[in-house]
């Protein structure tokens, strides 16, 4: 029999509790950013963020598969998202999307603010929105961008004859990234690697990033690391050295 003082875990599910985010970052970017870095463990049902001050520096996100949700939460632990170390847990109640999914959901009337709902809602329609990238063209401007003729996009050459790849190199060149890709996004995910500098976005060609480390030994384990990550489900990530 187990002892009486034993505090009763909470059990795997779907949904992870984040606490100790960044109170300063807004809202809908708080919902994207966090999208960006989960999305890798499985498909996301929804992210979860609310205004109110009590609420202020936590978020649920609600994944398909509780297997999903674990290696998430085991992964992600301690992971410094806008400079403070993620606390993560499994959520203590049912998300109302999953409980609606299963049918045991229960309409929340009797709760003392009946505003509640509505506000869920909005904030599903948000996390939603977020999700399919409604909100497009970040004007990116982190740091200098490189000149254009660095830049080794179709389009801007008049013979498109293909090129060698570019010589292993410090500066990584990313493409196919959703349109919805912010730079601090990008940072979150090449900072986990030693030697990382900086993001630099080109503002005329979204889609596209350089990331810039100490040294190639450096930018080549970022890259090894994170070739193919799907910041959504339809962008795998491509990684080569950029041209110098």
């Known amino acids: 029999m187990a002892e009486p003082t034993a505090v009763a875990e909470v059990p795997p599910n779907m949904t992870i509790y984040i606490n100790n985010l960044n109170e300063k970052i807004k809202l809908e970017e708080l919902k994207k950013s966090l999208h960006a870095v989960f999305s890798q463990f499985g498909k996301i049902l929804e992210v979860l963020a609310l205004k109110t001050l009590k609420h202020k520096g936590q978020a649920w ?43 045991t959901f229960v309409p929340r009337e009797r709760r003392k603010r ?19 990238g409604l909100n497009p063209a970040y004007a ?26 570019a010589p292993p190199n410090n500066i990584l060149f990313v493409q196919n990234l959703p349109h919805e890709t912010t730079p601090m996004m990008l940072q979150m995910l090449f900072y986990q690697y030693p030697g990382f500098k900086e993001v630099r976005m080109v503002e005329t060609k979204p889609g596209i990033a350089f990331v810039e480390y100490g040294d190639e030994m450096q930018s080549t384990a970022a890259m090894q690391a994170l070739q193919g990550f799907k910041i ?12 110098k």
């Open 61 to 103: 996100v609600v994944f398909e598969e509780v297997s999903s949700a674990t290696n998430a939460l085991r992964q992600m632990q301690g992971f410094p998202f806008y400079d403070k170390p993620m606390r993560i847990q499994y959520a203590k109640t049912k998300s109302d999307i999953v409980a609606k999914s299963d049918g």
């Open 114 to 132: 009946h505003d509640d709902k509505g506000k869920k809602k909005k904030d599903q329609h948000d996390a939603n929105q977020a999700g399919m």
């Open 140 to 165: 990116g401007a982190y740091g200098a961008t490189p000149p254009l003729s660095q830049i080794p996009y179709p389009g801007g050459a008049k013979s498109m004859v293909p090129e060698a790849p």
């Open 232 to 243: 959504t489900q339809q962008n795998p990530m491509l990684i080569t050295y950029a041209k």
